[in-house]
């Protein structure tokens, strides 16, 4: 049913035919016409920045849709989540093989590390980032702060599963192509230390004949969801130093970290 009544007109006379076109839905029709292919150059602009066609344009909406973006009669799976499942492990096989043939020489537990390091969440946001995703991701409805926050918490989730999509759009090769074109570089070149900081500072603080350090949360804001954590560092006769993450953990590398780079720790230099 049209909830708009149609202009009335007067009926032309007999033998004679209106002149004005019905032009009543043309204003519709264009806003329409204009709003798809507003969509596809969006996609399209989407598709080249990863590097992939999609035959099946439904999962690269579904690797950008956040569970908050549902519909209450959809299922959770019609978010990314599942294909975040999926890149995770293909990133990691495809990465795992990148380091067996450009590491010859690195025996089980250099080629462990290294892969921690570049399949971690940290890494594949950078990689979103590179890429422009940010925009990308269909949130649902949230506060500006809000979806800025949740944005970027998400990103390396969303990353992942544009890898899954990818691999199931256009099959192992394809995924391989687009983790080598994105991680090769960080691969030949860490974007942190091989060494996790909180090891590097308690064997430093042991040499110098100091206790264990001490880590302490000072802070926890932001929402349930997406919760920010700030955490300090002591050691005895130091300033305390203090990092911000999205988990405890995090947060207590950041303070590692910042307190290595301030006192000078050899080995504890962040190249990224």
């Avoid at 918490?153 to 999509?165: M, P, T, Y």
């Avoid at 350090?213 to 005895?236: N, S």
Wanted: net charge positive.
């Amino acid at each position: 049913m049209n909830d708009e009544a149609p202009d009335i007109q007067t009926a032309p006379a007999s033998g004679e035919s209106s002149s004005q076109p019905d032009v009543s839905h043309e204003p519709v029709a264009a806003k329409k016409k204009s709003k798809k292919v507003s969509a596809k150059a969006a996609a399209a602009a989407l598709e080249g920045r990863i590097g992939h066609k999609f035959a099946d344009p439904a999962l690269l909406a579904t690797a950008f849709t956040h569970v908050s973006a549902l519909k209450p009669a959809r299922k959770r799976g019609d978010s990314y989540q599942r294909l975040e499942f999926l890149g995770d492990h293909v990133l990691g096989l495809v990465v795992s093989d990148m380091l067996y043939r450009a590491f010859p020489n690195a025996d089980e537990g250099e080629l462990s590390k290294r892969l921690a390091d570049l399949v971690r969440k940290e890494s594949c946001a950078d990689v979103a980032k590179s890429l422009g995703l940010f925009d990308d991701i269909k949130l649902g409805q949230v506060g500006a702060s809000a979806s800025a926050r949740l944005r970027k918490s998400v990103l390396g989730d969303i990353c992942e599963a544009v890898i899954g999509a990818v691999f199931l759009d256009g099959g192992y090769s394809a995924a391989a192509q687009f983790v080598e074109r994105n991680w090769t570089e960080r691969m030949r070149k860490p974007r942190r230390p091989l060494r996790d900081p909180k090891t590097v500072l308690q064997e430093w603080a042991q040499g110098k004949g100091l206790p264990t350090p001490v880590y302490r949360e000072i802070q926890r804001t932001g929402p349930h969801h997406d919760p920010q954590f700030r955490v300090a560092v002591d050691l005895p006769g130091l300033e305390p130093a203090e990092g911000i993450g999205g988990s405890k953990r995090a947060a207590e590398k950041v303070a590692a970290s910042a307190m290595i780079a301030r006192e000078g720790v050899a080995g504890g230099s962040n190249d990224g």
